[in-house]
C-alpha cells in the first residue's frame, strides 16, 4: 500500500529534478557563454564617415597652395581608378583624391594572419563577349592569358574552383544555391518555367536591335516592351506570372538582395530580371582579396598620381576653368586645385553640400532614401575546424539564415592545407533593420556585432565560437543605390557640358564592377574627345 | 534511524539522477536537439520506474537480498552505460535503441529501490518517521546531483568516468548493507566476491576510460596499433599484425605483404623509358619506397623527394621497423628531403628540371586533393620536365574506378603529354593504375635491373594491355573550375 504514494512523490521528484536539470543546463549553459564568451580580437572599420560627415559643416581652412591639373578625379574606388587608368593611358593629365588612408571604396580589402579578405565586392563574373576593353584590362593584369581577347583562356588560378557554393537546407548542406531538398514536383517545374523565362529575356532583342539587358545597364534596349518591367516590382512580375513556389521565392530574393541589398518587394522587376538575364556566361573569376585584385590592378598604374587622406569641399566655376578646394587631414592643410575637368567618383550623397544647384539638390534628395547599409565581417578561422557534410565551398549560404552567408578567402589557395583562414561573411542591413538601419549600424559595437556573427554562423556550424580567433567588421553605411522601380527609366543625372562627370555606381543603381569600370572609362573618353 | 542509513539512501537517489542526466546529456551530444533528447529521455526513464515499481509488489521473498542484488546490476548497467554506448555510436545502426534499452532497464532497477527500502524498512521504524526520512533525503541527493552534474561532474570527469564512478557508489551501497545483514545472508560469500569483483571492473574503466575511447577508433583496425599520430596535415596509423600496414585519415595507404608489388610497378617502367635517368623528383611517396626503386639504379645521381608531412618523411626516415622496410633510402646521401606542398613548391620555388618525375599522391577523394590531378597542376609539372624527360603518375584503379583513370590520362594529354597507361595487380588494394608521361613519342626498353620480386620481362609486357573491362572510356578533362575527377572518383568508390 506504500507503493503507489511512494512512486507519486519519486515522480514528482524526478520530474521536477528533470526541469531543475534541463533549465540548469542550459542556464548554466547560457552563464557560461556570458562568462566565457571570448572577447573577440578585432575592430569596425569601413567607409570613413567621421572624415565625410565633415561636410555637413565645414571648416576647413582656406586653401594657402595652388595646383593646376587637367582633370581631378575624387574617389579612389574602381570607377574613379578606371577613369584614371585611361586617363593615363591616353597621356593626359590628371589627380585623384581620396578621403580615405587607403584606395578601394566598395572594392576594399584587408589582411590578418592568414591572408588578405575582401571588405566588399568579391567577385566578377566573366565578362559578356562585346565587353572588349574590360577584356583588354583583364589581359594586362593577367587575368586573361592569351593574346587573342576575341577567344580569351582565363587564367584557371582565378577562375572560382569547385566547389563553388553550397547551401544549408533542411539540417544539411547541399551543393548549389538553388534549393534541392524537401521540393513538391510543382515547385520543380516552378523553377524550371522561371530559368527557362529567364534564359528568353536573355535571348531577347529590342525593336532598336540591341539586347534587352546587358552589362553595361545603358546598353540595354530602350524598347518598351522591356521597360514596361521598370515599372512592376520584381515580387509582382512573379506574381504575374504564377510562380508560388516558397523556395523559388527564397532563391530570387535571395539574388536580388545579394546583388542590390534589398529583396523582391523593394526592386524593379527590370533589375531583378537582369541579374539572371543580362551575362551570357556562367562562371566568375574570384581572388583571396576579393575585387581588391581588379582595383589593385587599376591603382597600381595609377599610384603616383593618388592623394590619400583628402576631401573636395568646395567647387567654384571661374572664367578660366574649376576651382576645386581640398583639404588634407594629414597636413592639416587646403590646397586650391585649378582645373578643367572633375570626375566625381565618390559616392553621389558626399556632393550634396559641394554641389549647390537646385536641380542636382533635387536629385540627392530623392537618391538618399535609397541607400542600403552594408556590414561585412570577415572571420579567421582555424582551418582544422570541421565544415559539415559536404566540404566548405566558396560561396556559403543557409536558407534559414538572416545574412547572405559567407564566403571562403582561401577557397582559390592551392595548397592542401591551410592553417588558418578567413570567412566574410555579408549582411544588407535593410533586410533586418528597414529604414533603421544606418543608425542601427553606427551605433552597434564591436561586441554585439561579434554576438551576431556569431549567433549567425552557429545556425549551421554550433560550436564554431571556439575556432574562432578574430573577427573584424567593415561597415558600408551608403554601400549600394537601391534599383527600385523606374530607375531604368527615370534619366540618370548627367552634367557633362559643364566639365563635372558623375561616375560613381549610385547613378546606376546597380554596383558592381562592370558598370563603375565604363563610367570611368566613358568619362575619360569624354575628356579625351575634348583635349584633342 | 542511523545516519548511516539515510546517507546511503541519499546516494541511491544521487545515483539514480544521475544516470538519468548522463543519458540525456550524451543523447543531446551524440544525437543533437537537447530539448527532445531529455524529455524522451526523462518521459522513458521515469515511466521505467514506474514499471520498477510495480513490479516490486511481485518480490515477496528475500527482499534484502534482491535490493542488494539489484545495487549491483544498477550499479555495474549505470557504471558501463556512458562508455558503452559511446562505443556504440561508432558502430551500430540501432543507437536509438540500444540508449533507450539502458534507460528502461536502469530506471526500472531504480524503481525497484525504493519501494524494495522502505519494506525491508517498515517494521524496524515508525511508518511515519520512515516516509518522511527516506523522502528527506532522496530530495537531497537529487538535489546534490542536480547541482554537481552541470558543475563539476560533467566538465571535470566527463560523462563515461562519472556513469563509472556512480556505478561504485551503488555497489558501495549494496556491499555495505550486505555487511550490515551478513547474518542474515545464506550467500554472503557469493555476494560480497561478486560486489568487489564488479567494483574493481568499474575502477579499471574509470582509470582506462580515455584509452577505451579510443579503442573505439581503434577497432576500425584488424590489426593492433604499433603507432599513430596525428600531424597537422593527416592522421597516421601503422597497424601490425601478419604484416605492417600504414593508413592515412583511416585509409590504407600499403601493406608490407605486398607494397613492393605497388612500387616496382610505380617505378621501373618509368626508368625503362629514359636511357639514362640522373636527376629524379618525387612527389609525395614520404614512405620512402618510391626512392628505395629509384636507388636501385646506379645511374641516379640524385633524388629530391617533396612530402607535405615532416611527420611522414620523419618516421620513415627513423623508425627502425620502417627504415627496415625502405632500406634506409630517405638518408642517402643521394636524396633531399623537402617537406612543403608540392603544387605551390612547384609553382614557386622549384627552378630546376629533371629528367625522371614520380607522383605518388593519396586518391583524389576530395577538392583538395583533386586539386594535384588538375591540368593547372600538370602544366607545372610539364614545366619542370627536362625535354627527354620522363614521368610516373599512381592513378587508382582502372577497374573500380575507370573513368577517374582515365580522366586522369585524358588531363595530361589536355597539357600536351603523351601518354602509356598501365596497371598491376596488388592484393591490397585489387588492380591498380599507372600513366607514364613524356612531352614526345616513347618506347620501354626491357632491359630490366636485377632482384626485382615482381616485375620481370613477361609482367612488364602484360601492364600495358588493357582487358575490355578496364579499356579507355571517354572523359571530361579535370580542372581546377570544375574538379571533375573528385566526382568521378566519389560517384564509382560509392558502389564499392
Not at chain 1, 459 to 472: Q, V
Not at chain 2, 176 to 204: N, Q
Request: aromatic share 14%; with cysteine.
Amino acid at each position: 500500500m506504500n507503493g503507489p504514494s511512494i512512486n507519486i512523490n519519486r515522480r514528482k521528484l524526478l520530474l521536477g529534478a528533470g526541469a531543475i536539470a534541463i533549465s540548469s543546463l542550459v542556464g548554466f549553459r547560457k552563464l557560461k557563454e556570458v562568462w566565457q564568451r571570448k572577447k573577440y580580437f578585432g575592430e569596425v572599420s569601413g567607409a570613413n564617415f567621421a572624415r565625410g560627415h565633415q561636410l555637413r559643416d565645414p571648416k576647413f581652412p582656406k586653401p594657402n597652395k595652388q595646383k593646376q591639373t587637367k582633370t581631378l578625379i575624387i574617389g579612389a574606388g574602381v570607377s574613379g581608378l578606371s577613369a584614371a587608368y585611361h586617363l593615363k593611358k591616353w597621356g593626359l593629365d590628371f589627380d585623384v583624391i581620396e578621403l580615405d588612408f587607403k584606395a578601394g571604396g566598395n572594392s576594399s580589402f584587408d589582411s590578418n594572419s592568414s591572408g588578405t579578405y575582401p571588405q566588399g565586392a568579391h567577385y566578377l563574373p566573366i565578362p559578356n563577349s562585346d565587353l572588349i576593353e574590360l577584356k583588354e584590362f583583364l589581359q594586362s593584369i593577367g587575368v586573361i592569358t592569351n593574346k587573342n581577347i576575341e577567344r580569351p583562356e582565363y587564367n584557371p588560378e582565378y577562375l572560382c574552383h569547385d566547389l563553388k557554393d553550397r547551401l544549408y537546407l533542411h539540417g544539411k548542406w547541399q551543393e548549389g544555391l538553388v534549393p534541392q531538398k524537401g521540393l513538391t514536383d510543382k515547385d520543380e517545374s516552378e523553377i524550371e518555367h522561371f530559368y527557362k523565362l529567364m534564359e528568353q529575356f536573355k535571348n531577347s532583342i529590342g525593336r532598336d536591335g540591341k539586347r534587352a539587358f546587358t552589362i553595361p545597364l545603358k546598353n540595354s534596349s530602350d524598347d518598351p516592351e522591356f521597360l514596361e518591367l521598370d515599372k512592376i516590382t520584381m515580387l509582382e512580375f512573379m506574381q504575374k506570372h504564377g510562380f508560388q513556389s516558397s523556395y523559388l521565392k527564397w532563391y530570387v530574393n535571395y539574388c536580388c538582395r545579394d546583388d542590390y541589398g534589398a529583396g523582391v518587394k523593394e526592386v524593379s522587376a527590370w533589375a531583378g530580371i537582369h541579374y539572371f538575364a543580362a551575362r551570357t556566361e556562367e562562371e566568375v573569376l574570384t581572388w583571396p582579396n576579393g575585387n581588391g585584385f581588379l582595383l589593385n590592378g587599376l591603382y597600381e598604374k595609377v599610384a603616383e598620381h593618388v592623394q590619400l587622406n583628402s576631401i573636395l569641399f568646395n567647387v567654384e566655376k571661374k572664367q578660366s576653368g574649376l576651382e576645386a578646394s581640398v583639404f588634407n587631414f594629414k597636413t592639416n592643410e587646403s590646397i586650391l586645385y585649378q582645373v578643367e575637368n572633375i570626375v566625381y567618383a565618390a559616392p553621389l550623397f558626399s556632393a550634396k553640400n559641394i554641389f549647390k544647384f537646385p536641380s542636382f539638390q533635387n536629385y540627392i534628395q530623392d537618391i538618399n532614401k535609397k541607400y542600403v547599409p552594408w556590414m561585412v565581417a570577415n572571420i579567421q578561422v582555424k582551418a582544422d575546424y570541421n565544415w559539415g557534410n559536404l566540404e566548405l565551398a566558396w560561396d556559403n549560404v543557409n536558407y534559414h539564415g538572416t545574412s547572405l552567408g559567407y564566403v571562403n578567402s582561401k577557397h582559390q589557395s592551392l595548397k592542401q592545407v591551410n592553417e588558418l583562414l578567413t570567412i566574410t561573411q555579408y549582411w544588407d542591413l535593410m533586410h533586418e533593420y528597414g529604414a533603421k538601419a544606418r543608425l542601427k549600424a553606427l551605433t552597434t559595437t564591436h561586441g554585439e556585432w561579434c554576438e551576431k556573427v556569431i549567433r549567425e554562423l552557429e545556425l549551421t556550424h554550433p560550436n564554431i565560437s571556439d575556432a574562432i580567433e578574430k573577427i573584424d567588421i567593415s561597415l558600408w553605411g551608403h554601400a549600394m543605390v537601391i534599383p527600385r522601380t523606374g530607375f531604368r527609366t527615370e534619366a540618370p543625372f548627367e552634367m557633362d557640358e559643364e566639365s563635372i562627370y558623375f561616375v560613381h555606381t549610385d547613378k546606376n543603381c546597380v554596383s558592381i564592377f562592370e558598370e563603375a569600370f565604363y563610367n570611368g572609362l566613358l568619362a575619360s573618353q569624354k575628356i579625351k574627345e575634348k583635349s584633342n | 534511524m542511523s545516519f548511516a542509513l539515510l546517507i546511503s539512501v541519499a546516494i541511491i537517489a544521487t545515483c539514480g539522477l544521475v544516470y538519468e542526466l548522463i543519458a540525456g546529456a550524451l543523447a543531446s551530444y551524440l544525437l543533437g536537439d537537447s530539448v527532445t533528447q531529455f524529455s524522451l529521455i526523462i518521459g522513458v526513464y521515469l515511466f521505467s520506474m514506474g514499471v520498477g515499481s510495480f513490479l516490486s509488489k511481485y518480490i515477496n521473498k528475500k527482499l534484502l537480498s534482491t535490493f542488494i542484488t539489484i545495487e549491483f546490476l544498477v550499479g555495474i548497467v549505470g557504471g558501463v552505460s556512458a562508455t558503452v554506448l559511446f562505443i556504440a555510436f561508432e558502430y551500430v545502426s540501432y543507437f536509438k535503441l540500444l540508449l533507450f534499452l539502458f534507460v528502461f532497464i536502469i530506471g526500472t532497477f531504480v524503481g525497484l529501490e525504493i519501494p524494495l527500502l522502505m519494506r525491508i524498512l517498515k517494521d524496524r521504524y515508525e511508518f511515519k518517521d520512515l516516509v518522511s526520512k527516506i523522502f528527506t533525503v532522496d530530495y537531497i541527493g537529487a538535489l546534490f546531483a542536480s547541482v554537481a552534474f552541470p558543475l563539476f561532474l560533467a566538465p571535470q570527469l566527463g560523462l563515461m568516468r562519472t556513469a563509472f564512478l556512480f556505478g561504485m557508489f551503488n555497489i558501495a551501497v549494496g556491499l555495505w548493507t550486505l555487511y550490515l545483514f551478513r547474518k542474515e545472508m545464506p550467500d554472503y560469500h557469493l555476494k560480497k566476491s561478486f560486489g568487489v569483483l564488479s567494483i574493481f571492473l568499474l575502477v579499471g574503466g574509470f582509470i582506462y576510460s580515455d584509452k577505451l575511447l579510443q579503442f573505439a577508433e581503434s577497432n576500425k583496425y584488424a590489426d593492433p596499433i604499433i603507432f599513430q599520430k596525428k600531424s597537422p596535415y593527416q592522421k597516421l596509423v601503422l597497424t601490425y599484425g601478419n604484416d605492417l600496414k600504414l593508413f592515412i585519415n583511416g585509409n590504407l595507404q600499403f601493406s608490407s605483404m605486398d607494397e613492393y608489388r605497388y612500387h616496382e610497378a610505380l617505378i621501373h617502367p618509368a626508368m625503362l623509358s629514359h636511357n639514362n635517368p640522373r636527376s629524379v623528383l618525387v612527389l609525395g611517396g614520404g614512405d620512402g619506397f618510391a626512392v628505395r626503386e629509384i636507388l636501385k639504379h646506379k645511374s641516379v645521381e640524385r633524388v629530391r623527394l617533396v612530402d607535405l608531412d615532416p611527420l611522414m618523411t620523419k618516421i620513415f626516415s627513423t623508425n627502425p621497423r620502417l627504415t627496415q622496410m625502405n632500406e634506409n633510402s630517405l638518408s642517402s646521401d643521394k636524396v633531399e628531403v623537402i617537406n612543403d606542398d608540392a603544387f605551390v613548391w612547384l609553382k614557386t620555388k622549384n627552378k630546376e628540371q629533371y629528367d625522371l618525375i614520380i607522383i605518388d599522391f593519396p586518391d583524389p577523394s576530395n577538392f583538395s586533393l583533386g586539386k594535384l590531378y588538375s591540368e593547372t597542376f600538370y602544366k607545372l609539372v610539364a614545366r619542370a620536365l627536362k625535354e627527354h624527360g620522363r614521368l610516373a603518375v599512381q592513378s587508382t584503379s582502372p577497374y573500380f574506378a575507370r573513368k577517374s583513370y582515365w580522366c586522369i590520362g585524358q588531363t595530361m594529354e589536355a597539357v600536351g603529354l603523351k601518354i602509356k597507361p598501365y596497371h598491376a595487380y596488388i592484393p591490397s588494394f585489387g588492380e591498380w593504375g599507372y600513366f607514364l608521361g613524356a612531352k614526345e613519342n616513347f618506347g620501354i626498353s626491357n632491359k630490366l635491373i636485377k632482384g626485382l620480386k615482381f616485375i620481370n620481362t613477361d609482367v612488364l609486357s602484360n601492364m600495358f594491355i588493357f582487358p575490355p573491362d578496364m579499356s579507355r572510356v571517354k572523359t571530361e578533362v579535370n580542372k581546377l573550375n570544375n574538379q571533375i575527377l573528385v566526382r568521378y572518383f566519389e560517384d564509382e568508390w560509392s558502389q564499392y
